[in-house]
């Protein structure tokens, strides 16, 4: 199975950008499928972004279309997540994760996931 580590998160006031980072070692990055997902606390996990394989199906949360952009770099083994125009209701620990047979918004179908970078949006 592939490992993945993030980076990226951290402080930003409202209105800001940040963007995610998540490397991925240990497999054939081009077979899976990548999603974000997010979890704040004393709530559920929930569906963020996700892309397909080659990068031709790009989806997203109602609450982040828009303002997130996933993007991913094949060669360099790489999926981001860019914020926009981010919200204190942003704030939640971020995770991404590799789906072989993707993408697909329940995180129960991902395979992988990587340990999570936090983003934390002040008013």
């Known amino acids: 199975q592939v490992q993945l580590v993030e980076s990226g998160g951290g402080l930003v006031q409202a209105g800001g950008s940040l963007r995610l980072s998540c490397a991925a070692s240990g497999g054939t990055f081009s077979r899976y499928a990548m999603g974000w997902f997010r979890q704040a606390p004393g709530k559920e996990r929930e569906f963020v972004a996700a892309?397909?394989?080659?990068?031709?199906?790009?989806n997203y949360a109602d609450s982040v279309k828009g303002r997130f952009t996933i993007s991913r770099d094949n060669a360099k083994n790489m999926v981001y997540l860019r914020m926009n125009s981010l919200k204190p209701e942003d704030t939640a620990a971020y995770y991404c994760?590799?789906?072989?047979?993707?993408?697909?918004?329940?995180?129960?179908?991902?395979?992988?996931w990587g340990q999570g970078t936090q983003v934390t949006v002040s008013s």
């Open positions: 994760a590799a789906d072989r047979l993707g993408p697909h918004f329940r995180g129960e179908e991902y395979d992988s």
């Open positions: 892309i397909s394989r080659f990068g031709k199906t790009l």
